[in-house]
């Protein structure tokens, strides 16, 4: 073995990491080479120097000042988890009516003479649809922006614009106030409760269990698509399900299970 | 710490359960911050760095699977955490002009001449300076081999260990290794001060042993 070999070596050698053989050979090569048992002893001395910089004073400050800041953080994660479902619902009642709105643009015509109807007189209700607006639009910045680039690409339509926004508004309000409602009768409570949460999990929509998610009595889901599938899911799964469907308009569901 | 304890506490935390995540950081704390002191040199920047490292565990938490250990997940994020302090500050220094060094890539050229001329060997020899002559040559190392010698020399993490930190092979850690001490041993010889009295430090202390 040559020197340089052997030094290249030296370090898994000190480590143990070398294999029998290997081993051996720098065993031997160091028995008769002074410069490489002089370079191991040095390797060694630098090592040993360097295991004492593990003796590391930690301020005392440190934990307590680390646990504060997770304090905040955990904070900070269970007011975002509570709004949660609040924000789901905002931004899908902003989309929905951003929808509409688009859709009520293109034909306006039945809306028109109920505009007419109304008159001008109706500035209060214009007023608090723009408080509203302004909620709506801090939570959906993005439905915001579309809409607000949607004023601007047609400002000369501006004026229908923001009085079709009234009638739209009352019939948004109408919409989501009705809320559909079904009675369920069953044994199996829980089995009920895990279906609807599976299918609101499945389905992405918010859902707000009372009294609390374990002791389930009522949900409530926003935004509903497609009840029919739910209510085959239901029936699907529970064997002695019996629904007495309450009202049965509203885009929100509300479940009770007796 | 105790494997089921250990994982019934990670289980807790990710629940949200902070005296559960307390338990469970307590005992990395100071690996944490010898790691970045080691790695960053300034205690202040070691302070912070250590909270960061610890608000990243407290929030990445619920990613963590149990595929590795608890230990080699958070000494990742740890030498991660360095790693992009020593980066930043890398391009902040470069943007002030370094006066002190002539080429930041190149290990053998650089030179902080400060003190030269002072002669250290009559000195009484104390660990502290040691100490802090081996600091500095760390701190001079490229970054692969900083992290290898903190993680190894200084910390004693095994090859394995190292391997999964890093995520890099065995054979990998070895020859690092191996160029790191062998670098870190030219810093150190060098006729210049800092470095000109550590082994004169060395052979001083040897000899009052």
Redesign the interface.
């Known amino acids: 073995m040559k020197c340089h070999e052997c ?6 050698y000190i ?1 143990n ?1 070398l294999t029998p053989e290997e081993e051996k050979e720098v065993g031997m090569h160091l028995e008769t080479c002074p410069s490489c048992t002089e370079e191991l002893a ?2 060694e ?3 040993q ?6 003796d ?1 004073e ?2 005392q400050t ?2 307590k ?3 504060e ?3 905040i ?2 904070q900070a ?2 007011n975002i988890f509570y709004l949660k479902p609040w924000m789901k619902y905002v931004v899908s009642s902003a989309a929905v009516l951003l929808i509409v709105v688009m859709v009520f643009q293109n034909s306006n015509l039945t809306m028109k003479t109920e505009k007419l109807d109304r008159g001008s007189g109706d500035y209060t209700m214009q007023s608090k649809i723009a408080d509203e607006e302004m909620i709506l639009a801090s939570d959906a910045g993005m439905a915001d922006n579309q809409k607000a680039g949607k004023e601007s690409a047609l400002p000369t339509e501006n004026r229908t614009f923001a009085l079709d926004k009234v009638a739209l508004q009352e019939s948004a309000s109408t919409l989501s106030a009705v809320m559909e409602e079904w009675e369920i009768t069953s044994g199996q409570k829980d089995e009920i409760a895990a279906v609807i949460k599976t299918y609101a999990a499945e389905q992405n929509v918010a859902a707000e269990y009372m009294p609390d998610e374990e002791h389930v009595t009522s949900i409530v889901l926003y935004q509903v698509t497609d009840k029919t599938a739910l209510s085959n899911l239901l029936e699907e799964r529970i064997e002695d399900l019996s629904i007495y469907k309450k009202e049965q308009t509203g885009e929100d569901l509300k479940i009770i299970i007796k | 710490m105790h494997e089921d304890t250990e994982r019934q506490l990670i289980n807790q935390a990710q629940a949200g359960d902070t005296n559960a995540f307390e338990t469970l950081i307590s005992s990395y704390e100071k690996p944490i911050y010898t790691i970045c002191l080691r790695m960053l040199l300034s205690e202040e920047e070691a302070y912070d760095a250590t909270q960061e490292v610890c608000i990243k565990i407290w929030k990445q938490l619920h990613v963590f699977k149990g595929d590795s250990k608890l230990s080699t997940w958070i000494y990742r994020i740890t030498t991660n955490q360095c790693l992009d302090l020593l980066r930043k500050n890398k391009n902040k220094k470069q943007k002030e002009t370094s006066l002190f060094q002539k080429n930041d890539e190149s290990e053998e050229e650089w030179m902080l001449d400060k003190g030269s001329e002072k002669e250290c060997v009559e000195k009484i020899v104390e660990d502290k300076e040691l100490k802090e002559i081996l600091q500095q040559a760390i701190f001079q190392l490229k970054e692969d081999y900083k992290t290898v010698i903190v993680l190894r020399d200084i910390n004693q993490y095994s090859y394995d260990e190292i391997a999964e930190i890093l995520n890099i092979s065995l054979g990998t850690v070895k020859s690092r290794l191996s160029r790191a001490r062998a670098s870190l041993r030219i810093f150190l010889e060098q006729t210049k001060e800092p470095y000109k009295s550590f082994f004169v430090k060395m052979s001083n202390k040897e000899g009052t042993q």
């Open positions: 030094m290249e070596q030296l370090s898994s480590d990491r040095v390797l001395t630098v090592l120097q360097l295991n004492k910089l593990q590391v930690v301020p440190l934990h000042d680390i646990m800041r997770i304090k953080e955990s994660k269970k």
